[in-house]
């Protein structure tokens, strides 16, 4: 009798004959090739040191293709982006030590956001493994260490033998639910030494799907039908997991008004009659949520800035979907359902759909019924007083430089924002009109994200440009990787708004303590620097923002905009 594994097992005589064959002159780093072509891989981004040249070497021999940046931490930004734009697993080449190191900030960037990352770093001979002090260039005592309470899961390489293995394993880790960066070590001498191992064909790493439990999903429709003032929180969770539609479905059905947090940008339409747009660090919203009878959270684990910096603090029952166990009912208590968003949306509206035995059934939310205000008009009530509370402040030139930058911006072309005051508007009322093309550093707060996010991001689709934003502080960050841009040509226009130093840091000092101190910066011209690489670059005005910025994204290949300007956040309510 022959089973369906059989076959899958079973080599045909042409895979028999090359596994016994296999060509000479092969190395461990071809076997790291060999394995991501295997896996679907198709990019890599990294920076060659002396441990891992024998990955860089295999990768002559491939047909991936390589996108070297000039910083360490910078390249795994890029890989994040890509992650992020494509769903894929973006591998990240590093070598050991201080290049290995350079990469944390990046990687906890990509931990806070979910961003499925393969960082692959070379380690020390195996003889310099396990602690003791040998004298290797670039030894730590336990490398993985620095990296195990960031990414997902680590994985470490002894021989040539388990390399596809823990690759496999690693990859299927960065895309299960939630994704995330992961980290495999190799050491030198298991890369440079030569193998007569069969070249690695197909991978499988199939990543578990996370379903939500049934009795859960019946009691959340349950309580879901029988609100009278239900509202969304819709987070990065429904972006990353494809749910967009699945949630608009879900608003519609309940007449529920939805808020999305600052990593779920366009997760729903900013114009919908039921969107309250992102308006989270505003009292009005608070308020409203905190009325909601019943609360459903999608894709979020109402963090710091999720929840108007823990002074939100909901009075009715909140229902919590999340794929990430620690982040259910971390911060308030919940009917925590721990699910993929678009599975459990899924879930749900069926749910909604059929009455459940032995449980009554509540009609549907019907607008206006019993005099009730319908969701579009509660939203309209919020939303009118969240623009009334901003015109009081005098903000006209922030909101007009946020209009020109979205006006000049084409509809799917991704964004990419730096920790700067005109980001942190962005969060609040930039309209992305697209799910999954507006991103930024606000998982773990990082400067230096926005240039090489968006080239990572310029490599997975290059025939659409993308922005960048970043003010003067956070630009030197990233000021090495003009080179990368002009090198690779790649389509990014880079918006720097120069206001002399660390300007919201400014305001915070000012505020807090009436002087600042070491946020002042004395900065180059970023014009003529960044038309030393090659790069074409344009000063601009508030008023000339708009015809600027569009000039620069139709151009092929790098550009930079810089906008000399200082802009005022709007006043917080948290306080």
Do not use: C
């Amino acid at each position: 009798m022959t089973h369906d594994h059989d076959l899958v097992l079973r080599p045909s005589a042409a895979q028999t004959e090359a596994a016994l064959n296999p060509p000479v002159g092969r190395r461990g780093g071809d076997l790291v090739i060999e394995t991501l072509k295997g896996l679907g891989a198709t990019t890599v981004f990294g920076l060659p040191g002396q441990h891992a040249l024998g990955m860089f070497d295999a990768l002559r021999r491939s047909p991936l293709r390589y996108v070297g940046l000039r910083v360490e931490n910078n390249a795994g930004f890029a890989a994040d982006a890509y992650g992020r734009i494509t769903g894929e697993a973006a591998p990240l080449l590093v070598s050991t030590g201080p290049g290995a190191l350079t990469s944390l900030a990046a990687l906890q960037e990509a931990a806070a956001a979910s961003a499925p990352v393969l960082a692959i770093s070379s380690q020390v001979p195996r003889a310099g493994l396990g602690g003791g002090r040998h004298g290797y260039l670039h030894e730590l005592r336990d490398q993985q260490a620095s990296f195990r309470e960031i990414v997902k899961s680590v994985h470490t390489v002894r021989t040539a033998s388990q390399i596809p293995s823990a690759i496999a394993a690693a990859w299927e880790s960065a895309l299960s639910a939630p994704h995330g960066p992961v980290w495999v070590e190799i050491p030198q001498d298991v890369l440079l030494a030569e193998t007569d191992l069969p070249v690695v064909t197909a991978v499988d790493a199939t990543p578990r799907e996370l379903v939500p439990r049934p009795e859960l999903t019946a009691v959340a429709a349950h309580l879901l039908r029988a609100a009278e003032r239900p509202a969304i929180i819709a987070g990065g969770g429904v972006v990353r997991s494809d749910a967009s539609g699945k949630l608009r479905a879900l608003a519609e059905r309940l007449d529920a008004p939805v808020v999305t947090t600052f990593g779920g940008k366009g997760a729903f339409p900013w114009e919908h009659p039921l969107s309250l747009r992102s308006w989270l660090e505003d009292r009005h919203t608070t308020d409203f949520l905190e009325d909601a009878d019943v609360l459903l959270v999608v894709g979020s684990g109402l963090g710091e800035l999720s929840s108007n910096y823990h002074t939100f603090a909901p009075r009715g029952r909140v229902i919590q979907i999340e794929a990430d166990l620690g982040k259910l009912e971390s911060n308030h208590p919940a009917l925590g359902i721990h699910a993929d968003a678009r599975i459990a949306l899924s879930a749900l509206l069926e749910t909604l759909e059929t009455r459940q035995p032995g449980v009554a059934s509540a009609p549907m939310a019907v607008s206006g019924a019993d005099g009730a205000p319908s969701g579009a008009e509660r939203v309209s009530g919020v939303l009118a007083k969240v623009a009334e509370r901003i015109a009081d402040q005098e903000l006209a030139l922030e909101q007009e430089v946020l209009a020109a930058v979205r006006e000049a911006l084409p509809d799917d072309a991704p964004s990419f924002w730096d920790m700067t005051i005109l980001a942190y508007w962005a969060w609040s009322a930039f309209d992305p009109r697209r799910p999954n093309t507006m991103h930024s550093a606000q998982g773990s707060g990082g400067l230096g994200y926005a240039f090489p996010a968006a080239l990572g991001a310029a490599a997975a689709d290059p025939g659409t440009p993308v922005l960048a934003v970043s003010g003067d502080g956070g630009a030197m960050y990233s000021i090495a990787e003009l080179a990368t841009a002009k090198q690779y040509d790649l389509p990014v226009t880079w918006l720097i708004v120069d206001d002399g130093g660390y300007g919201i840091l400014r305001e915070y000092m000012t505020d807090a303590f009436g002087e600042t101190t070491g946020t002042e910066l004395t900065r180059p011209d970023f014009v003529a620097l960044a038309e030393s690489f090659g790069v074409p670059a344009v000063r601009t005005t508030p008023e000339a923002l708009r015809k600027d910025l569009a000039e620069s994204l139709a151009r092929s290949g790098p550009s930079v905009v810089v906008l000399p300007a200082l802009l005022r956040m709007f006043a917080p309510t948290h306080l």
